[in-house]
């Protein structure tokens, strides 16, 4: 069984300008939840994908937005990048009906200069 | 009331000790409460989690101990080894959608 898998793992860009980072969900789990995880924090929801369809948004602007493809793999794109965006983005897989069961693959550091 | 707060901040225990790691939280639509394991440079990995209809509940040296009345669920891990050395967050789900909520972690250090 395949777990959850992130690319790329490490990213470098400047202020202002757009990232899309990219997730493939554990083998047989069509739900993906996106996280972002400040330096010496706990993650924080940004968005919770089922189905090709947003199911669920946290407290992010519009700039950050998602994509779910028919395979269950999902995209988290962020424009217009500000120096706070500087995080680890964790993507996490789930089954629906699985009572909360969320498994997470290792992130991707973006830092924003 | 969507706050989880965690405490403490940080823990440093003896090797075989018991770590205990607390949790409150506001929210009575909270149905579901994981503890994830986090070590530095990787995701959090799921550990253990509870239901709020049973008190506690046990997985080897973890054990999550649960208290509805009082809105607080704890984390022990017996024995506790210098490999249990990472951060431990716990989180809280509501009984709509699939958003989990994290306490700010607890950075546990056990000591040879």
């Known amino acids: 069984e395949t777990g959850v898998t992130q690319s790329p793992t490490h990213l470098i860009k400047t202020r202002g300008q757009q990232v899309t980072l990219r997730c493939s969900s554990q083998s047989g789990h069509n739900t993906v939840s996106w996280y972002q995880q400040a330096l010496g924090q706990g993650p924080q929801f940004i968005f919770q994908y089922y189905r090709e369809e947003e199911n669920g948004r946290g407290n992010f602007p519009p700039r950050f937005s998602g994509l779910q493809f028919p395979n269950y793999s999902s995209e988290l794109n962020v424009n217009a990048l500000e120096l706070d965006d500087s995080a680890l983005y964790l993507c996490a897989s789930s089954l629906p009906g699985s009572g909360g069961e969320q498994y997470f693959g290792p992130g991707t550091r973006l830092t924003v200069t | 009331q969507q706050q989880v707060k965690q405490s403490p901040q940080s823990l440093i225990v003896q090797k075989g000790g018991i770590s205990i790691i607390n949790c409150a939280y506001e929210n009575t639509a909270f149905d579901y409460f994981p503890w994830y394991q986090q070590f530095p440079g990787k995701g959090p990995a799921l550990l253990i989690a509870i239901r709020p209809d049973v008190s506690e509940k046990k997985e080897g040296r973890f054990t999550i101990s649960f208290n509805k009345s009082a809105k607080q669920f704890s984390l022990h891990i017996m024995d506790s080894q210098p490999g249990d050395s990472a951060t431990y967050f716990c989180?809280?789900?509501?009984?709509?959608?699939?958003?989990?909520?994290f306490g700010q972690g607890t950075e546990l250090s056990v000591k040879p």
């Open positions: 989180a809280a789900k509501g009984n709509q959608g699939g958003k989990l909520i």
